[in-house]
């Protein structure tokens, strides 16, 4: 599988918004589950959103829920986590997987049993 191609990242105040996109290339996405993670030097790698594919299952970290929400773009090979209500401590390299549907989504997100990585995009929120 190609190297996923992550964009999006950028810096923004407190409140702000950004979007994340992650594109899938070389495979039949419907069979995957495509998640968002970020890492925070010193901290473990979180898993903040994960969907499948073919169903849009979801899963959101509980520092996610009500503000950020992940999506399919249509039938393009492309996730976006669109991200709201910006806080400082959302500040990370983020990062996103992909992997067949082989676990419950929630499982895959929990857990990162991603085989495919991207090479991280960074999110910076402050004043």
């Known amino acids: 599988q190609s190297q996923l191609v992550e964009s999006g990242g950028g810096s923004v105040q407190p409140g702000g918004s950004l979007r994340l996109s992650c594109v899938v290339p070389g495979v039949t996405l419907d069979y995957y589950v495509i998640g968002w993670f970020r890492q925070v030097p010193g901290k473990e790698r979180e898993g903040v959103s994960c969907?499948?594919?073919?169903?849009?299952?979801?899963y959101y970290a509980d520092s996610a829920k009500g503000r950020f929400t992940i999506s399919r773009a249509g039938a393009k090979n492309t996730v976006i986590l669109q991200m709201n209500n910006l806080k400082p401590e959302d500040t990370a390299v983020y990062y996103c997987?992909?992997?067949?549907?082989?676990?419950?989504?929630?499982?895959?997100?929990?857990?990162?049993?991603?085989?495919?990585w991207g090479q991280g995009t960074r999110v910076t929120v402050s004043a």
């Open positions: 997987a992909a992997d067949i549907r082989i676990y419950p989504v929630q499982v895959m997100c929990e857990r990162g049993v991603f085989g495919s």
């Open positions: 969907i499948a594919a073919d169903n849009g299952s979801t």
